[in-house]
């Protein structure tokens, strides 16, 4: 990691830019792929496999064999944690749920606004050398408490043309029944635009490779909506002297596995606690099967040592992290004035890990600095917020002068006349 101590805040919004790759080179294959899935539907999706994967899929859609027998090709404390997990998940998402809430604006004139479900979803969930049967977890749970009517599940096989028995435990768990052994962009593709196999779907969820996310990029164009703009992850970690440098070395690499492109970001407000985490860092990096990947990871990555907490917050608000932990006194506080992560995560025994797997918030987060702007996934990134209105015929007595001024303000006499000749009727 570089270290670099007390910057400039000047130089802040240098320092806080991502290693970002072009993904526009990528845009004449994926249109490429696009028109093969839309002109030849599922034999698309078996050669680009055959192209890509190197094998061609005996079948499309897992079967209900395959998912009834992946109950007994896992083990059985891996089984209890996915329940335990799903328990937590859907407890807090449960909680998100919007009552309707009529409102008289004025008498006569009545207002509220329902959650209606979005009726066909698609996930996309990794299967290669990290199947993510967790984001399964975190996207399923949340569609089905929002009462989507169908979920199109896409994940890539192994060589074996066999899906993870993890993510088909928990595929049958959630009761998702159409799965489609199908990865990269020619899953998204699928998913946009249906085949024979795949259904059609109105919006996109899940993380994947970068021709996955420029997949998603490109299909909102078409009308598709996808949950967020996605890029590789990412942690800051606040520590000061309280903090434990074995624990956060451990949260950054849990972050910097990832992937090669990902990136950590240490603030502290003391150079021994840099020094110490880094220190730690080079044992635990050692013991790691990601290695190599976390090591490229931490070549992205940097600790910064700044003058005082209220810096450490400013800094962290304008680079506005996927996840923040904050090993530091003052944790209240602190968190009190943070405007700009997806989650946070608080204290010396709350790793981000924790929020990737069970304690029950959701892990698919806005990176890149999007957290300005966006948020993580929830029960309302399944809805839609309808709004109804009903005025009676007082209500429209009451409030239709107030109409009619105003339209006949902005020139639009039909929306003015459509007031009037109820009021004339009354």
């Known amino acids: 990691?570089?270290?670099?101590?007390?910057?400039?805040?000047?130089?802040?919004?240098?320092?806080?830019?991502?290693?970002?790759?072009?993904?526009?080179?990528?845009?004449?294959?994926?249109?490429?792929?696009?028109?093969?899935?839309?002109?030849?539907?599922?034999?698309?999706?078996?050669?680009?496999?055959?192209?890509?994967?190197?094998?061609?899929?005996?079948?499309?859609?897992?079967?209900?064999?395959?998912?009834?027998?992946?109950?007994?090709?896992?083990?059985?404390?891996?089984?209890?944690?996915?329940?335990?997990?799903?328990?937590?998940?859907?407890?807090?998402?449960?909680?998100?749920?919007?009552?309707?809430?009529?409102?008289?604006?004025?008498?006569?004139?009545?207002?509220?606004?329902?959650?209606?479900?979005?009726?066909?979803?698609?996930?996309?969930?990794?299967g290669g050398t990290a199947p993510l049967f967790s984001t399964l977890l975190m996207l399923g749970i949340p569609a089905k408490l929002a009462g989507c009517k169908q979920i199109v599940l896409c994940t890539p096989p192994s060589k074996e043309d066999t899906i993870h028995p993890a993510i088909l435990y928990t595929a049958a768990l959630l009761g998702i029944e159409t799965i489609i052994k199908a990865g990269g962009a020619q899953a998204v593709a699928a998913m946009a635009f249906g085949t024979e196999s795949v259904p059609a779907v109105s919006k996109i969820f899940g993380p994947g490779n970068q021709y996955v996310t420029m997949a998603k990029q490109m299909v909102t164009q078409l009308g598709v909506a996808i949950d967020m703009p996605a890029g590789p992850s990412e942690v800051l970690v606040m520590a000061d002297e309280t903090a434990d440098p074995a624990f956060v070395a451990a949260d950054l690499l849990s972050q910097a596995e990832h992937g090669a492109d990902s990136q950590v970001v240490l603030l502290s407000t003391l150079e021994t606690i840099v020094d110490q985490v880094i220190s730690e860092i080079e044992k635990q990096l050692q013991e790691l099967p990601r290695e190599a990947v976390a090591a490229q990871a931490l070549e992205n990555s940097m600790a910064i040592v700044l003058k005082d907490a209220q810096q450490m917050l400013d800094y962290s608000n304008l680079y506005a992290p996927e996840h923040l932990i904050l090993a530091i006194k003052d944790l209240e506080t602190i968190a009190d004035g943070v405007v700009n992560a997806g989650s946070v995560f608080l204290g010396n025994y709350t790793p981000e890990a924790a929020g990737d797997y069970a304690s029950g918030t959701n892990h698919t987060l806005p990176t890149n600095g999007y957290a300005r702007a966006y948020s993580g996934v929830s029960l309302d990134s399944f809805v839609r917020k309808i709004t109804f209105q009903h005025i009676t015929p007082e209500g429209l007595q009451n409030i239709g002068r107030t109409i009619e001024v105003m339209a006949d303000a902005e020139g639009l006499q039909a929306h003015k006349n459509a007031v009037s000749i109820r009021l004339k009727k009354l």
């Open 1 to 126: 990691m570089k270290k670099i101590l007390y910057p400039e805040t000047i130089v802040w919004p240098e320092l806080a830019k991502r290693p970002v790759k072009d993904l526009q080179e990528l845009e004449p294959t994926i249109r490429s792929i696009f028109k093969q899935v839309q002109e030849q539907g599922d034999e698309a999706l078996y050669q680009l496999a055959e192209k890509y994967d190197g094998k061609r899929p005996e079948q499309l859609l897992a079967t209900p064999e395959e998912l009834a027998s992946a109950e007994n090709e896992i083990s059985a404390e891996l089984k209890a944690a996915i329940l335990q997990a799903y328990s937590n998940i859907q407890l807090f998402h449960l909680q998100q749920a919007e009552q309707m809430q009529p409102i008289e604006t004025m008498p006569g004139v009545n207002c509220w606004r329902k959650s209606v479900a979005i009726e066909k979803v698609g996930l996309y969930i990794p």
